[in-house]
Nanobody, 118 residues
Framework: VQLQASGGGLVQPGGSLKLSCAAS????????VGWYRQAPGKQRELVAT???????NYADSVKGRFTISRDKAESTVKLRMNSLEPEDTAVYYC?????????????WGQGTLVTVSS
């Protein structure tokens, strides 16, 4: 499985960005897909996830500002980020998980840098 993230860049505080992660197979074939981020000097943290049943989960720090979605035709998981803050600056990674009787298989994209700065 390959995941290719894109859409990062430099944006001013209060601005918006949309991240996209393309999977090498149907995005709906995974149990959970989502986005994590890692800021300089900090641990990687969950940003948002969406399950195969379309249940979403967001970090408290992004609730109301970020929206996660899946696109079946493009086989992508997207993250719409509004009202960006300097604290959102990080490398964003997409993640996909398979939950089977064998256990959990975890897949990661290469990361895309988001910089929020004036």
């Amino acid at each position: 499985v390959q995941l290719q993230a894109s859409g990062g860049g430099l944006v001013q505080p209060g601005g918006s960005l949309k991240l996209s992660c393309a999977a090498s197979r149907s995005i709906f074939s995974f149990s959970v897909v989502g986005w994590y981020r890692q800021a300089p000097g900090k641990q990687r943290e969950l940003v948002a996830t969406i399950t195969s049943e379309s249940t979403t989960n967001y970090a408290d720090s992004v609730k109301g500002r970020f929206t996660i979605s899946r696109d079946k035709a493009e086989s992508t998981v997207k993250l719409r980020m509004n009202s960006l803050e300097p604290e959102d600056t990080a490398v964003y990674y997409c993640n996909a998980q398979e939950h089977t009787w064998r256990g959990i298989s975890d897949y990661w994209g290469q990361g895309t840098l988001v910089t929020v700065s004036s």
